[in-house]
C-alpha cells in the first residue's frame, strides 16, 4: 500500500508533526510505503475556487493524494476543530480524496476539544465518500515530554499502532 501522510501544522515545533512521524515508523515497520507530506514545505494559495488550483504546489499535493492508497492527516486543534492548513488542502485538491480510507490524529492543548475533528470527517464522509478509520488518535500536552520532541504518554503510542493497523486494514 500506499500511504500518504499529511502533517498540516506550519509550527516548525509541532507536536502533531511528531503524530505523523511515529505514524510513518509503523508504516515502514508494517512493510507499506508511506510518503509524509509537511504543509511547512508547500506554498499553497488560500483557495479561491478558480487560480489556486492551478498553482503548482496544489497540483502536486493532488496527485500525492490520488496516488494514495489511504492518507492520514494530522492536525494541531486551535479553536476546536482541525487547522485552516487542513481545510485548505481538501478544498484544493477535491476529488482526489475520493473513496480513501482516511485515518485522523490530533494534538491540542487540553482534554476538552476531542470531538472536534467530527466536521473535518463528516465533510470527508459526504462530500467524498472517504471511509474514515473509528480509531482517532488524540494527544494533549501532558502527552509529550516538556521540550515537546517526543510522545512520552506509552497509551498514544498504542492508539497510533492501532490506528494505523485499522487503515491498513481498511485499506486492502
Not at 43 to 67: F, M, Q, T, W
Not at 106 to 119: D, K, T
Not at 153 to 165: L, T
Request: net charge neutral; hydrophobic share 40%; aromatic share 6%.
Amino acid at each position: 500500500m500506499n500511504i500518504c501522510i499529511i502533517s498540516s501544522s506550519l509550527n516548525p515545533q509541532s507536536k502533531s508533526h511528531l503524530l505523523a512521524r511515529s505514524a510513518e515508523k509503523k508504516i515502514d515497520e508494517a512493510g507499506h510505503r508511506t510518503e509524509l507530506v509537511k504543509l511547512t514545505e508547500y506554498n499553497l494559495p488560500l483557495c479561491d475556487g478558480v487560480a489556486a488550483y492551478r498553482a503548482a504546489d496544489a497540483k502536486k499535493l493532488k496527485s500525492h493524494i490520488e496516488s494514495s492508497d489511504a492518507l492520514i492527516l494530522v492536525t494541531p486543534i486551535y479553536n476546536f476543530d482541525g487547522n485552516a492548513a487542513l481545510k485548505n488542502v481538501i478544498e484544493l485538491t477535491g476529488s482526489a480524496w475520493n473513496d480513501k480510507p482516511v485515518a485522523l490524529m490530533c494534538s491540542a492543548g487540553g482534554a476538552c476539544s476531542y470531538m472536534a475533528l467530527m466536521p473535518l470527517a463528516n465533510s470527508l464522509m459526504l462530500d467524498f465518500r472517504c471511509v474514515i478509520v473509528p480509531r482517532f488518535v488524540y494527544a494533549i500536552e501532558s502527552d509529550f515530554n516538556t521540550d515537546k520532541t517526543a510522545i512520552v504518554n506509552p497509551d498514544i503510542d498504542r492508539r497510533i499502532d492501532q490506528a494505523v493497523k485499522s487503515l491498513i486494514y481498511m485499506g486492502r
